[in-house]
C-alpha cells in the first residue's frame, strides 16, 4: 500500500469554525489532491498540488483553502466550515509522470453540526 | 470537460453469476480510464488502467475491462462473483495536460447475494 496517512480519521465540529486537514505522505511523489466523496457525486476534486508551494484549484474549491510546504504534507483548510462540507475527504497522491494512476489515503469523516 | 457517467446506481448479483459494470465518458481525445474499487469504510483502489494498445485490459481481482471509442464506454467485467467483491466501484477518466487529474463518475454500488 502506498505510504499515505490522514488525520485525523473522524471530527466533529461546528458551524464557523475552522478546520485543517493533514494528508502525509512517505513515497515522495509530486502530484497530491484531496477529494470529497458525496453519496451519488462519487469523488470530486477540491484542490491539488503539483510542487512545494504549488496548487490549483478543482471542480469544488469554493469554501476550501490549500498549503503544500514540505512535499511530504498536503493541508486542507476549512476556514470557516459549513454543513455543506460534511463529508469524507479523501488525500491521493501520484508520482510524475503522464497520467500515472492515483492512490488514496484512508479518508477523513467530518461532520459539521 | 470531461466526465464520466455510471448508469447503475445500485446492481445485485448472485455469488459466482457474472458482473458488468457500465461506464460511459466523454472527452475530446483519447482518454486515460480507470476503474476503482472502494470497500466499506475504506479508500480507493485501483483495479486497472487502459491508456492505449489493447483495448482489453486485465487487472487485479479477476476484473477485466473493454475499452470502445465507438460506444465511449469502458465497462468493468467479472465472470465470476465471489462475495467479497460487494463494494462500490468507480470509473474515472484523466487528463492528458500536466496534474494527473481525474474525473470520476458516480459510482455502482455492488451487492452480492449468497
Known amino acids: 500500500d502506498a505510504g499515505i496517512t490522514q488525520s485525523p480519521r473522524h471530527k466533529v465540529t461546528e458551524t464557523g469554525t475552522p478546520v485543517t486537514l493533514r494528508c502525509h505522505q512517505t513515497?515522495?511523489?509530486?502530484?497530491m489532491y484531496w477529494y470529497r466523496q458525496d453519496p451519488g457525486h462519487g469523488l470530486r476534486l477540491i484542490h491539488y498540488?503539483?510542487?512545494?508551494?504549488?496548487?490549483d484549484k478543482g471542480e469544488v474549491s469554493d469554501g476550501y483553502s490549500v498549503s503544500r510546504s514540505k512535499t511530504e504534507d498536503f493541508l486542507l483548510t476549512l476556514e470557516s466550515a459549513t454543513s455543506s462540507q460534511t463529508s469524507v475527504y479523501f488525500c491521493?497522491?501520484?508520482?510524475?509522470?503522464?497520467?500515472?494512476?492515483?492512490?488514496f489515503g484512508p479518508g477523513t469523516r467530518l461532520t459539521v453540526t | 470537460a470531461q466526465s464520466v457517467t455510471q448508469p447503475d446506481i445500485h446492481i445485485t448479483v448472485s455469488e459466482g453469476a457474472s458482473l458488468e459494470l457500465r461506464c460511459n465518458y466523454s472527452y475530446g481525445a483519447t482518454p486515460y480510464l480507470f476503474w476503482y474499487v472502494q470497500s466499506p469504510g475504506q479508500g480507493l483502489q485501483l483495479l486497472l488502467k487502459y491508456f492505449s494498445g489493447d483495448t482489453l485490459v486485465q487487472g487485479i481481482k479477476g476484473f477485466e475491462a473493454e475499452f470502445k471509442r465507438s460506444q465511449s464506454s469502458f465497462n468493468l467485467r467479472k465472470p465470476s462473483v465471489h462475495w467479497s467483491d460487494a463494494a462500490e466501484y468507480f470509473c474515472?477518466?484523466?487528463?492528458?495536460?500536466?496534474?494527473?487529474?481525474?474525473?470520476f463518475g458516480g459510482g455502482t454500488r455492488v451487492l452480492v447475494k449468497p
Open positions: 474515472a477518466v484523466g487528463e492528458r495536460a500536466a496534474g494527473n487529474k481525474l474525473t
Open positions: 491521493a497522491i501520484s508520482p510524475s509522470g503522464t497520467m500515472v494512476e492515483q492512490y
Open positions: 498540488s503539483y510542487g512545494v508551494k504549488d496548487t
Open positions: 513515497e515522495n511523489h509530486r502530484y
